[in-house]
């Protein structure tokens, strides 16, 4: 029989969550809850992992003199990271920058640049990770500077997001060439340490030269061989769906404040991005078990032997516009970002599932019996980008997101659970009949009209 809210058990007594009359509850419900097999995170990676740097040495664009003005693909100089409209970046190159490695270089110092610096974000690092960035320094070796700004060597900062700004000087120089260049100091192997305070972290170099030294912004300390590595942070698995972190959409270097733009540009043509899963932070889970439909008392001397229906159900969770047609708003008809999801990932889920299953149902007297159930998970982290790569990726877009939808590699869980009543319910079990009392006396003999 369907029982009503038990109080609270004795210490020492069974005890269960109080049943739900009439009413199955959904396997949706139980991504909102934190994991079933929420593990301690691991320790980090004892090896650190490489990061790509794009134009890490400042070649492109290509060269057309020994000094251009031209903005160094896939860095950002303004106010605005991504914009790119700053009035250029002085770069020279392998012979006039004199490295030691035969490299171009980079000149931190132009009006437009002075309180914005030179910026590219960090691909593929993840909010947490411990980052090292190593480079080169020298002074400047324009023929606009003087003698009285290369003393000294000259100042600039370095700052990763997430860490603390560095002050740097690089070493001084005191030649003049031939060319009328200045003979440059090259200090190799330069490096800083920093957490990421933010998905692809902006790495910022800003030039603090003096204006009195500056030679109308042609005078300014030298960078390149950019390159970093990192130590990802371990994945955590105690996130409820339903408290999934935000979806993010770049443009270059520039973060923008939604995600509308990118994914109409995504979702514009089926080849124009690709999905890459981030396998590491992937992962398939079981939901917490949960109490489905009513909880019965065999209040009976007699085994319960019946066939129970037991209905489930699924849905995913996202935050990506509706129009992407994926988690938690796709529904309807595929979309050109549910295929480019399904390509990167081999899965093709159903967004929301549901299924009704028969149970067999044994409940020995004096017992209660109850179904419990457990949903099949998947949450995929992972890109959208641009398939055709632009020739300054500065103007490329990436879309991250984290997905979670059922499962296609696990099955649902169902649980018959039975135990002993509690001394509430063998109380109630106890109870006499609600009758109404009967109008006549034991002993007044029944008949008609009495």
Not at 102 to 122: D, I, S, V, Y
Not at 223 to 251: C, H, W, Y
Request: aromatic letters at 6%; hydrophobic letters at 35%; a positive charge.
């Amino acid at each position: 029989m369907a029982s009503r809210p038990r109080s609270a058990a004795p210490a020492g007594a069974l005890t269960r969550t109080a049943p739900v009359i009439g009413v199955c509850l959904s396997l949706g419900l139980l991504a909102g809850t934190p994991l079933a097999h929420a593990a301690v995170p691991p320790a980090r990676a004892a090896a650190p992992v490489p990061v790509t740097v794009l134009n890490s040495d400042f070649a492109l664009p290509a060269f057309t003199s020994p000094v251009v003005s031209s903005n160094p693909h896939a860095w950002s100089v303004g106010s605005t990271a991504g914009t790119g409209t700053a009035s250029g970046v002085w770069r020279t190159n392998a012979a006039t920058s004199g490295h030691p490695a035969g490299l171009t270089a980079a000149m931190l110092r132009l009006p437009g640049e002075a309180a914005n610096g030179l910026k590219q974000r960090l691909r593929g690092v993840r909010n947490g990770a411990r980052v090292t960035v190593t480079y080169d320094e020298s002074p400047g070796v324009n023929t606009s500077c003087t003698a009285a700004a290369l003393a000294q060597g000259q100042t600039y900062t370095i700052q990763g997001e997430g860490g603390a700004r560095t002050n740097r000087t690089t070493l001084p120089t005191t030649e003049k060439l031939p060319s009328n260049y200045w003979k440059p100091a090259w200090r190799t192997g330069v490096s800083i340490t920093f957490t990421a305070g933010a998905n692809e972290p902006l790495l910022t170099f800003t030039s603090t030269v003096v204006a009195a030294q500056n030679s109308n912004g042609s005078c300014g300390p030298l960078i390149t061989n950019v390159r970093a590595t990192q130590e990802p942070p371990p994945v955590d698995k105690t996130i409820p769906a339903g408290a999934l972190p935000a979806s993010e959409a770049f443009m270059g270097n520039d973060r923008r404040s939604t995600t509308a733009d990118a994914v109409a540009y995504c979702n514009g043509a089926v080849n124009r991005c690709t999905f890459t899963a981030e396998e590491d932070y992937s992962f398939s889970y079981y939901a917490p078990a949960r109490v489905a439909a009513e909880t019965y008392l065999n209040c009976t001397r007699n085994t319960l032997n019946r066939i129970r229906p037991v209905s489930t159900s699924n849905r995913s969770y996202g935050d990506l516009p509706a129009v992407a047609g994926l988690p938690g708003s796709g529904t309807g008809a595929p979309t050109n970002m549910a295929h480019q999801y399904t390509r990167g990932t081999g899965i093709s889920p159903a967004w929301t599932t549901s299924q009704d299953r028969q149970v067999t149902e044994i409940v020995q007297p004096a017992e209660v019996s109850w179904i419990e159930t457990q949903g099949a998970r998947r949450r995929t982290d992972g890109w959208f980008t641009a398939t055709t790569q632009a020739a300054d990726p500065n103007n490329d877009w990436r879309i991250h997101t984290v997905l979670d939808h059922p499962s296609t590699d696990l099955s649902d869980r169902i649980y018959q659970r039975t135990g002993p009543l509690t001394a509430s319910e063998k109380q109630r079990c106890q109870s006499d009949r609600p009758n109404a009392p009967t109008p006549l006396g034991a002993t007044t003999p029944a008949g008609a009209e009495r």
